[in-house]
């Protein structure tokens, strides 16, 4: 069976050392390449095309949808996991819209790693336990039906909009948007903001 090329992306040395260690423990992966720079990563990814790119968003200044958006630009066909350590809910909200297929915090161990590889090579996608607790089933099964407001309100949400700014958006209250949001949750029996976009994303209302 041919080996998985898995490149990785990353300014933190050991967060590099411990990927590698993670993909070359096992038999079934080959480093295709390692990066410090993410511009690097950029200008060889085009003629490199990993089978996937692990992407390390580990420094506090930079700008993780930003980085992702040049990626899938460059790329737009590349299966991507993004590893987060800066558990912003406002980015992981709008790297989940981009459409990437992977992300996973800081906490998860070797195997939701392993994992999260397997299931986005098969053209899955995986959230670890530590963004979201999803569904046992992991499918959508139940029709879930939305007024057009409520649609409005969602694609907002997943933008990472305030009450007060999606109220300002559509003319609303903030409290108006709030019973909006409560609402969705309910429907969509959501625990948080990302959960309620993965479950949107789930059932196919919202496209990334």
């Known amino acids: ?37 993410y511009d690097r990563c950029l200008d060889e ?3 490199l095309k990993p089978d996937l790119l692990v992407l390390g968003i580990t420094v506090h200044s930079v700008d993780g949808p930003a980085v992702v958006k040049r990626i899938l630009k460059k790329r737009p066909e590349q299966k991507l996991i993004v590893i987060d350590t800066k558990e912003n809910i406002n980015d992981i909200v709008t790297i989940l819209r981009m459409g990437v297929q992977g992300y996973i915090l800081k906490q998860c161990d070797k195997e ?25 089933s992991g499918q959508a099964t139940e029709e879930i039906v939305l007024s057009e407001r409520e649609l409005q309100v969602l694609s907002l949400i997943a933008e990472g909009l305030t009450n007060k700014e999606i109220g300002d958006r559509l003319f609303l209250s903030a409290h108006t948007v709030a019973t ?14 990302v959960d309620l976009v993965i479950r949107a994303i789930k059932h196919r209302i919202l496209v990334p």
């Open 180 to 193: 909006h949001r409560k609402n969705l949750m309910r429907k969509f029996r959501a625990l948080n903001n």
């Open 112 to 136: 939701e790693i392993l994992e999260a590889t397997r299931q986005v090579l098969k053209g899955k996608r995986f959230f670890c336990s530590n963004v979201v607790k999803l569904n046992r």
């Open 45 to 47: 990814l085009t003629a």
């Open 1 to 37: 069976m041919k080996p998985i090329r898995i490149a990785i992306a990353d300014p933190n040395y050991l967060v590099r050392q411990g990927l590698k260690a993670v993909f070359l423990g096992e038999d079934s992966y080959n480093l295709a390449g390692e990066y410090a720079e």
